[in-house]
């Protein structure tokens, strides 16, 4: 009985080491997540806010499609991982819009025109490595400069985070998923989200 | 409906989806800074 406890108890203390080792190894490789690409950059995060909350806006619109597509930049300053994902626009149709980019910061937003003037946000974007607590600001700072609407596929964090701005869903109904204009990845990762069509509160 | 006038409907989605990947990334670095922000310990005056 007595080696069958021992047993026992080695089993124990062996599971739980590795218990352990397991536990160590996973917080350890969040913490590198979390501070790996950051490490350093508060500086850059605190330039990009306080030019956001300046207004101080870069309006070229081969500044603003470099700082979407990150075309012709070194990887340092701007990580586009999914270039699919990026942007349908051209250079021509974002001279077309009021674009909004931090002024050296491949960080921005777009209002393009919508019955009769600039009123609809798209292209709100943060490509800028290692400058992080943007988003929110970009959004205020759209909504100050006219955005009043947006359309955005129904996924949790969007809607969450529109709701709570102040956008509200307006007309009769959504566009419901349509899987032949969506790959299989985006099916898998995002689900059969219809399109959500807002307005902001105050418009 | 949203969709522009000289816009297709395949046209629309590619936009959305594109706009969707950006808001996604912007998304979740704030999520990342504010869990950096967390775990910083405050500097004591």
């Not at chain 1, 051209?90 to 819009?97: D, F, I, N, Q, R």
Request: glycine share 8%.
């Amino acid at each position: 009985m007595k080696k069958l406890m021992e047993g026992w108890n080695k089993f124990l203390t062996e599971v739980e080491n590795e218990h352990n080792k397991e536990e160590v190894m996973f917080n350890s490789l969040s913490a590198l997540g979390v501070f790996a690409l950051e490490e350093g950059d508060e500086s850059k995060s605190s330039q990009a806010i306080a030019a956001i909350s300046a207004g101080e806006w870069d309006k070229d619109p081969v500044s603003f499609y470099s700082s979407l597509t990150c075309e012709g930049q070194e990887e340092e300053t701007c990580v586009n991982k999914h270039p699919e994902m990026t942007t349908p626009y051209s250079v021509t149709e974002l001279g077309k819009m009021d674009l909004f980019k931090v002024p050296d910061m491949n960080i921005g937003f777009a209002l393009k025109e919508k019955d009769g003037s600039f009123q609809e946000i798209v292209s709100v974007h943060n490509n800028e490595t290692g400058v992080g607590g943007v988003g929110k600001m970009l959004m205020e700072a759209a909504i100050s400069s006219g955005g009043c609407f947006l359309d955005h596929f129904d996924v949790g964090q969007l809607s969450g985070l529109y709701s709570s701005m102040g956008f509200e869903e307006y007309g009769e109904e959504r566009l419901p998923f349509d899987p032949q204009y969506v790959s299989d990845e985006f099916s898998e990762k995002y689900g059969e989200s219809d399109i959500i069509f807002r307005k902001h509160q105050n418009c | 409906m949203p969709i522009g006038k000289d816009e297709t409907k395949e046209q629309y989605y590619k936009r959305m989806v594109a706009d969707l990947g950006m808001m996604m990334k912007l998304v979740e670095k704030d999520e990342k800074k504010e869990k950096k922000n967390e775990a910083t310990p405050r500097k004591v005056e």
